[in-house]
């Protein structure tokens, strides 16, 4: 049974900057499209930082360019989201997620709603708030 095991939410004043993990176990992350994905209140859940299979290609909303990095480490077989520059509106429960390099696109991952996605971790809150 594959497992997605997020930690590194939290909470941080504007301006600030967490690093969110998510250890993933039975699955070659490599040869995955991989994304984080961020649902805030009263919002739909939306794609922020996505990384194409083999690391083909990647993929960035347009508010967190610049402040977010996505990176996987196939060794640990671990995905990564570098937040920097935190703002009020980062704030929402975040999710990993991935997609078994069917679509090889980032960008399609992380915007196109008929995307199905394979594997999601269990979501952890991070609250950017002074």
């Known amino acids: 049974q594959w497992t997605f095991v997020e930690s590194g939410g939290g909470s941080v004043q504007p301006g600030g900057s967490l690093t969110l993990s998510c250890a993933i176990s039975r699955l070659t992350l490599w040869d995955y499209n991989i994304g984080w994905f961020r649902q805030s209140p009263g919002k739909e859940r939306e794609g922020v930082s996505c990384l194409g299979d083999r690391d083909r290609s990647t993929y960035d909303k347009e508010s967190v360019k610049g402040r977010f990095t996505i990176s996987r480490d196939s060794a640990k077989n671990t995905m990564y989201l570098q937040m920097n520059s935190l703002k009020p509106e980062d704030t929402g429960v975040y999710y990993c997620?991935?997609?078994?390099?069917?679509?090889?696109?980032?960008?399609?991952?992380?915007?196109?709603?008929?995307?199905?996605?394979?594997?999601w971790g269990q979501g952890i809150q991070v609250t950017v708030s002074s």
């Open positions: 997620a991935a997609e078994a390099g069917r679509i090889h696109s980032a960008a399609r991952m992380c915007s196109d709603p008929g995307v199905r996605l394979d594997y």
